[in-house]
Structures are given as C-alpha cells and as structure tokens.
T-cell receptor, first 110, second 112 residues
Framework: GENVEQHPSTLSVQEGDSAVIKCTYSDSASNYFPWYKQELGKRPQLIIDIRSNVGEKKDQRIAVTLNKTAKHFSLHITETQPEDSAVYFCAASRDNDMRFGAGTRLTVKP | NAGVTQTPKFQVLKTGQSMTLQCAQDMNHEYMSWYRQDPGMGLRLIHYSVGAGITDQGEVPNGYNVSRSTTEDFPLRLLSAAPSQTSVYFC???????????FGPGTRLTVT
C-alpha cells in the first residue's frame, strides 16, 4: 500500500520567516495530495490541496508544489505568523484510500 | 448546518467490552470515513464508505466494524476492546474522496 513520509517532525521559525514541509509518497498511482492543519485539541482542517495534473498551487501565503517524477510534494508558508503554529499533515490518495504523513509540529516564535 | 458530529467525546472501556462510536453529517456527503490518531503516527484510515450500503476497509481495519444504512450516519463498532485501541477517533465526510474532508470533533477512547 501507499507509504507517506513527512519531514521534518518539528520545525521552529521566527515570525515573518518562511516554513517548508516536505513529503514523499511511494505509490505512483496516487493522484490527490491534501494538506491539513490541526491546532492543539482541535480537529484537522484542510488548508490546501493539489491534484496530480497540477505542479503548483497557491493560496495567499500558502503554496504547495508537486513533483510526480520524484514522488514528492511540499508545503510552503511565507511570512509566518504565530497563529500558523500547529501540526501540519500531508496526505496522498488513490481511489478511495487516503494515507497521511506522521505530521510536522510548526512553532512560530514572535 | 451542524456539519460532522460525533458522540461520545470521551469514553473509557475495559478490555473485552464492546461499544459503538456514532458519526453523523448533514451535508449530504457520499463519502464518509473513520480515522484513528495516535501520537507520532498521523491519521490512519480504519474504514470508509462511498455511499449508503457500501463500505470498505482502510489501512487498519482489524477489530472494527462499520455499516452505512443511511447517507447521514456511519457508526464504528469495537467488538472486543483492546488496550491497543486506545486512541483519538475522527470521523470525516466529503462529497468525494478527492474533495475537502470535513472532520468531526473526535472521540477520545481509553481501553484499560
């Protein structure tokens, strides 16, 4: 089955800096790649997603890039703010199965 | 809209007991799923359903059963609880697997 690896497991940045989280996947048939943000004690919420026919997608300070050949995708957050502090999960999906990475705990220091 | 609701919020079981975690959504979503979340392991898919009457296994289905008799409800049954099933359980729904999944608030289950 699909295997998703996510790095780093923890990331600390200064407010205003950029943050990058990387994920690799094993199944070349995976075609949908969402990113979820989970604040402490809360439910996961989608922040951005990308499909396999697209190489990059942006939404304000958040962007995701996908390299299908290398089977990796990345989340980029620019101009980080303290409210960006949370755990971020990447995921890869084919058919009706979804596999998540282990998560990255992002801390933005004011 | 209430979105995705789950009950109970907390539950403590003894080994060998059975129980059902309830999940309901009012968004007319066809796709529903159950995940468990353990520290350092992300979310793992237990079972999913693509519509009423259709269910399938995910990554970690052993020890759990599901059914989908209506579009709105997707209960998860633990037949004989084990300490390894101590976890936070999330239900989610979406129009399609490759759409935004809306998660419920979660159920924290402890098996002693």
């Amino acid at each position: 089955g699909e295997n998703v690896e996510q790095h780093p497991s923890t990331l600390s940045v200064q407010e205003g800096d950029s943050a990058v989280i990387k994920c690799t996947y094993s199944d070349s048939a995976s075609n949908y790649f969402p990113w979820y943000k989970q604040e402490l004690g809360k439910r996961p919420q989608l922040i951005i997603d990308i499909r396999s026919n697209v190489g990059e997608k942006k939404d304000q300070r958040i962007a995701v890039t996908l390299n299908k050949t290398a089977k990796h995708f990345s989340l980029h957050i620019t101009e980080t703010q303290p409210e960006d502090s949370a755990v971020y999960f990447c995921a890869a999906s084919r058919d009706n199965d979804m596999r998540f990475g282990a998560g990255t705990r992002l801390t933005v220091k004011p | 809209n209430a979105g995705v609701t789950q009950t109970p919020k907390f539950q403590v079981l003894k080994t060998g007991q059975s129980m059902t975690l309830q999940c309901a959504q009012d968004m007319n979503h066809e796709y529903m799923s159950w995940y468990r979340q353990d520290p350092g392991m992300g979310l793992r898919l237990i079972h999913y359903s693509v519509g009423a009457g259709i269910t399938d296994q995910g990554e970690v289905p052993n020890g759990y059963n599901v059914s989908r008799s209506t579009t709105e409800d997707f209960p998860l049954r633990l037949l004989s609880a084990a300490p390894s099933q101590t976890s936070v359980y999330f239900c989610a729904s979406s129009f399609h697997m490759r759409d935004e999944q809306y998660f419920g608030p979660g159920t924290r289950l402890t098996v002693t």
